[in-house]
């Protein structure tokens, strides 16, 4: 019997590629979970005018802030790009 083991090939990854899929992907959740909890907030804030409300609503739009900016380091990752690049879609913006 005869294996071919061009046909066979699988790709190992490395402990840093491993890690990095993993982190990307539990980066890629969190914003899903953010987003959710910035809406969720944002709801109980304007029926209900209740002030936790308002501070959880801050505090889920920075952590969503941060992750979507750890989600263009991973952009410019892909792309090839320096980690200190801004990605394409932010050039020439301003966001505050």
């Given at each position: 019997?005869?294996?071919?083991?061009?046909?066979?090939?699988?790709?190992?990854?490395?402990?840093?590629?491993?890690?990095?899929?993993?982190?990307?992907?539990?980066?890629?959740?969190?914003?899903?979970?953010?987003?959710?909890a910035v809406e969720?907030?944002?709801?109980?804030?304007?029926?209900?005018?209740?002030?936790?409300?308002?501070?959880?609503?801050?505090?889920?739009?920075?952590?969503?802030?941060?992750?979507?900016?750890?989600?263009?380091?991973?952009?410019?990752?892909?792309?090839?790009?320096?980690?200190?690049?801004?990605?394409?879609e932010l050039f020439?913006?301003?966001?505050?």
């Amino acid at each position: 019997m005869c294996f071919n083991r061009s046909r066979r090939k699988r790709k190992i990854m490395t402990k840093e590629q491993e890690f990095l899929k993993e982190f990307e992907a539990w980066v890629n959740t969190q914003v899903m979970v953010n987003e959710m909890a910035v809406e969720e907030s944002r709801r109980v804030l304007e029926e209900d005018k209740d002030e936790r409300a308002a501070d959880a609503y801050i505090r889920y739009e920075s952590k969503l802030d941060a992750y979507r900016f750890i989600q263009g380091k991973f952009a410019n990752y892909h792309a090839g790009k320096g980690f200190h690049d801004l990605p394409d879609e932010l050039f020439g913006q301003r966001h505050y």
